[in-house]
C-alpha cells in the first residue's frame, strides 16, 4: 500500500520502539563514504522494532553528482531479504509483519545499493495502549483540540479536550467519565460516539476526521476494547525529539525526508514522523507536509523546518546555496563582517559594494538621530578628504542631543509611554526625561533595565515608576519584561502550555512571582503612584493546583527571597548576569533591526528555541560583543554602524537581488512616521505645531504618544499600548499616499509665505541649479545628476510663476521614493 | 429547468434549491436568454465568484430598542408589561411584528428575526453590535477589531480607490452611540473611513488645480527613479500602488461620488425618506434615512462593510412616542433598502443587521418609558443569502429571558462572518503578541445558513 498521502485517511499511526541510539552524527563533509547510505552514517546496529504498532521511517542519502549529500530515500527501490518481516513504503516507511530478522535494502537507479539490519521482536504481543502517549497525540494531529474546536476554554457543543492535548487527565476524565459515560462503549468500542463522532458515521460539525481503516482508528479502538486503561504515570513519558538528520545543504528545488524520533523517559525511542507536526519558519523558502517531507523552493539563503510532538520540539536547517561560484569578497571590518560573510560565502551570495557617502550620511544621521542631515553638514561631509570622516561622523552623532531624543523615542513607545488623561502629563514627561538623559550619559543597559524593573517610589522623585504606573497588573508586568529585556513572550503560557513554547504554567507563575509584592498607593495625586515592594514573601499561586510558587527566572534557579528583599533585584540579577542566555541577545538582536530593518530574529522580540537566528553567529557575536562591553549601548550602535555590513549599498547586484535576511545588501526601510514629519518640516522650512509642548519640539522628541496628530496616525505611530514594537506600522495605505500628496497640512507647509519654495523664488540673483542642488542636498543628501537637472530645469521654465514651480519640484522630490525610504 | 423558472415567477422558494441559484438564474431569465443547461452550469460556476462581492451593513440602535415593541410583542401579557401596540401580520404567514412596520411586514419573507438574542452587557455602547466583543476584551494590547476592521484586515479593498470599512455615525454627544467599529489590536490602517474626517478631506483638492496636480505627478514620475525592486519588503511596491490610486481617487472620486445624494434619483430619495423632523436624539444619533441610502450607495461602489448609528432608542420615558417616530422611520428606510437590494439582486450578497446593545424592561414604569433589561435583546437580519421568512428563538410570555433556543451577540456576529465567506471556525487573526486570535468563539446560526 501507498503510504504517503496529503489526505488524512492516508496517513497512518505508528507507535514504535526502536532501540537504536541515535547519536546526532550528520557528516558535513564528504570523502570516504559509500556511494548510498542509510541515515545516520555511522549507525551500523540493526532498526529494532517493537511491537505490531512499530514504525520507522528510514532516510537514504547518497552522494549527488557534485559529490553532495541529497536526499535518495523516495527514489530508491526497497527490498529485503528475506520477505515477510516487515512491510516498507516507497517512501521508506516500515511496519512490522511478523518477528525476525531481514536484510533492507535500498538500491538507487544508478546501481549503488545500501544495507540495513531490520529486527522485529513481540510482534503478536499488543502492549497496553498508553492514553496520554498514543491517543491525545491523535487528538492533536487531527485538530480536534485545536482553538478552534474542541480545544478551547468553552469547548465545542458540549465536548471539552485541553488546549492541544496539554492536559491528558482532563482530557481522560471528559472522554470517559462526563455526560454519563456515553461517549466511550467498550462492550462495542464500533459504536463509541468518539468513533461514529470521528468518522462522520453519527453527524459531527468537524465532519470525518478519522478513516475507519487507518491505524489511529485501530488504536483508539483498541484503547477502548482494553478498557479505556488509564495512563499510568509510570508509564514513559517523551522527554525530547530528535532528527536523524539535522541539517543540510539543498539544492534549489530538491526535497529531505525528515524522520523524527522521540526519546522516552525510560530511554526508549520512539519514531514519531507521522504524529508530529511541521512547520517551515519560512515558507517562501521551503514548505512542508504532514508526513514529514521539506521541498525547498528556489530562493537561496538558510530555512529552519520545526518538528513538534508532545509539547517538545526539533529543527531541521536547511541552507540552500546559489548556484556558481562567487570569487570576490571583501576584508571585513569587524566581527559583524565576519559572520556576515562567512554564511554569504557559504550559500553563494555575492555581496553588495559599499555605499558611496551620500547614502552613508543620509543613513547614519537618520539611524542614529532620527533626522537628515543638514545642507551645511552634508556639504562638509561630501567636500572631506578624510579618510576617517565616516567614523568621526558617527561619533559626532553619537554624542548629539538628537540620539539620545531618538532611542528615547524608541523606548518610550515599548515602554508604554502613555497618558490617557492629563493628570498624566507630568509623569509621562519625566520618564521621557529620564529616558533621554540615561541614554545621553550612556548609562550601561544593565543598570538601565535595573532601574525600569526594579523601580520604586515617586515617578518625580525617580521617573522609570511611570512604568509601574502604565503598566497595572501582574500578567502585564511579567509579560512585558520577559518579551521586552528577554525576548520571550511568556502570553500563552499564564493559561496554558504553548505548543511552539518551551513555558509551562509553572515558568510563567515563578516568573511572576518577582513581582507578586509590588504595591502602589496614592502619591501627591491619583495619577502619581508611589510604588514600593511589600514586606512578605514573593510567591505566585498556580492556577491548576494552587501551589504557591516561589520566584525562579525562565529556565533559571529558584530565587529564595526574604522577607525584607524586594525580589525584582533578585529578578534583575539573574537577567543581567553575563551568561544569561537571552538578555544581552534580546537587547542586540532590538538594536540589529533598528538599524537593518529586518532582526536577525524575526520578530525581534521573539527569541523562542523555536524561531532560531538567521544568522546564530552573528547572534552570538554581537552580544558577546555588547557584554565585554560593559552593556554599553553607544558602542553596540557604533560597532555596527563602522562595520562593512551596515556601509553596503542598497543596489542589488543582480544576484543577491532577492536576498532578504542575509545582509548582502542594506535593505531599504520606509521613514517611521515621526522621522518622517520632521523631515518634510527639514524640506520645507515649516514646522508641525504640537499641543502643549515648545513651538520648535520635532516629532521625534514628543515625550509620550498621545499628541494628536492625523499625519502621525496614517503614518503608523504606535499607540504604546503593547512592549512590542511591532505596533509601529510601516505598511503603506491609500491615507498615507493622499495626505502626502494632497492633504491641506502639506499645502500649506509647501506653499507657506517662509516655506523653502517662497524664499527660493524670492532669491532672484541665485542660479536655479544651485536652488535645485540646495533642494536634493537637503531632500535627499546628494546632488542632483545631469538627467534630474534637465527634468528640474524644464520644469522650473515651464511655470511662468517660480514660486508655484519650486513648490511643485519640493513636492515631487517629498513624494518619491528615494525621500521617503532610508536606503 | 423549466420547474425552476415557474418556481421563481411564481415567487415561490423550493427548499431543495439554494436561492442564490434562483436569483442567478433568474436573473439571466430577464435578460431574455434562452436558458439550456450551460447557463443553469454557469449560473452555479458563478456562485464561488459572486458578481457583486460580499458586504454588510451594520444599523445599530443606540441605547437598545424595545425587543417587545419591535418583533416580539407580547399582546398576551397584561397591559403594564403589553404597552401600547398591537401586532400585524407580514408576507410570511404565522410571523407578526409591531404595527409601526407595515412596510417591512411585506418584506418579512427576506427578514429573520432573533427574539432571544443573549450575553449582551448592560452598558451604552455599540462595541458589543459592532465586534461581539466588550471593551474590555484584550484592552491592554488595543482591544478587539470590529467586523469591519476584521474583514477590512482579510479581505482588503474591492475598489483600490475605495476604502473597505465606511463608518457613516455622526459624533453624538454620547460619544459610544456614534463608535463606527474600533480596529482595536489591527491598528489604524483597518479603522473605518469616516466621511467627515482629515480622511475625506484629503480626497478633495485644495488650492491646487487638477492640471496643476497632474504635472507635478509628471514631475513625480520623471524623478523618482529609484528602483522598487531593491525593497523586498513590498512596501515600496505599495507605495507605487497607492500613491496611483490616490491620483485616481483625487480624479475619478467614486467614493465621493457614492457619499454625494444630489448624484441620486430624487424619487428613490423620497422612498427613503429624510428621517426628519429629528426627534428624541438628545445625546444621541439622529434618525438619519438618508443613511441608509448611502450607505448602498457605499456598497455599490465597494464598500465592504458599511456602519451607521440610527436614533436614540434610549426610551426611559415616552417609549411608546419613541418607537412611534424611530420605528416609523426606520420602518420607511429599510424597506426602501432592502426593496433596492433585490430589485438590483444584491440581496444575497449584502447582510443587513438591525439591533442594538440590549432589550428593554418589560415592565413599563410610570414615565411610560422601558427601562434597561440586558438578560434578552433582539435583532433583525435580512439578505446576506440567510434564508429568511423566520423567527429564530422566543422569550417567555412577558418577554423577560430567553425560553427558546438563547442567540448569543457572537452567533449573530458568526453569521455576518459566514454570510462574507469567513469561516469563523479556521480564520485568525494575529494580535500584536504574535497569539492567532478567533474572530468570535460562536457558531454561525445554523438555522439561517
Redesign the interface.
Known sequence: MKAISRTPQGILLWLSWVLATLASSYGTTLGDEPEIWFEPLVETKPIFLLGSDARYQVLVSRKSENSLAEDATHSVIFRTQPEGIIEVSPTGFIKPIANGITKLSAEHRSGNVAERVVEVQNWANDPMVDFANQIVPVFTKYGCNGGGCHGKAAGQNGFKLSLLGFEPHDDYSHLVKESRGRRLSPASPEQSLLLTKATGQTPHGGGARLDPNSHEYRLIRRWIAQGMPRSDAANPQVVSLSLVLNDRRMQPGSQQQLSVQARLSNGMIEDVTRTAQYESNDTEMAETDETGIVRVKNQAGEVAIMARYQGQVAAFRASVPLAGEVSDWPSPTNSVDDAVLKQLRSLNIPISGVCDDPSFIRRVTLDLAGRLPTFEETRLFLSSTNTDKRNQWIEQLLSSNEYSEYFANKWMVILRNRRTNPGQQAGSFAFHQWLQDALAENKPYDQFVRDIVAASGAIDVHPPVAWYRNVTDTFGRTEDIAQLFLGQRLQCARCHHHPFEKWSQEDYYRFSAFFALVRSKDGSTVDDPMIYSDFGLARASHPRTGQGLEPAGLNGPVVSTHEYEDPRESLVDWMTQTDNPYFAKTLVNRYWKHFFGRGLVEPEDDLRSTNPASNPELLSALANHFVESKFDLKELARFICQSRTYQLSSEANGLNVHDRKCFSRFYPKRLSAEVLSDAIDTVTQSATQFEIVPASTRAVSLPDTAFASYFLTVFGRPEASTACECERGSDSSLAQSLQLANSKEMQSKLAGDTARAARMAAQVERASSEQVEELYIVALSRAPNEEEKTAAFQYLESQPDRRIAYEDLTWALLNSKEFLFNH | MISILENLSSKGFCDAIPRRSFLQIGGMAFGAHQIGLADVLRADAKQTHPKSHKSVIQIFLAGGPPHQDLWDLKSEAPSEIRGEFNPIATNVAGIQICEVFPKLAWHMDKCAIIRSVVGCKDRHDAIQCLSGWTKEDMR???GRPSLGAAVSRIRG?VN??V?PFVGLAEKSSHIEWSDSGTPGYL???HAPFRPD???L???K????SLE??Q??KH??V?????R??????G??A??????A???E??TSSKLIDALDLSKEDPKTIARYGDGKPYQFQFDGTATRNDHLLVARRLIEAGVRVVSLSFGRWDSHSKNFDVVRDHGGKLDQALSALIEDLAQRGMLDDVSIVVWGEMGRSPKVNKEAGRDHWSQVSCALLAGGGIRGGQVIGATNRLGEFASERPVHVQEVMATLYHNLGIDV??T?LTD?????Q?LV?H?PIRELI
Open positions: 491592554t494590547i488595543g479593498p483600490p480607490s476604502p491598528g489604524a490602517a474626517g482629515p480622511g478631506e484629503n480626497m483638492l485644495h488650492g491646487v496643476r496636480l504635472n507635478r514631475l513625480l520623471s524623478l523618482d527613479k529609484m522598487r525592486d531593491i525593497d523586498t519588503s512596501i515600496m505599495g507605495m507605487d500602488a497607492n500613491n490610486r490616490a491620483l481617487v483625487l471556525a479556521t485568525t500584536p503578541t504574535g497569539r492567532p478567533y468563539e457558531e
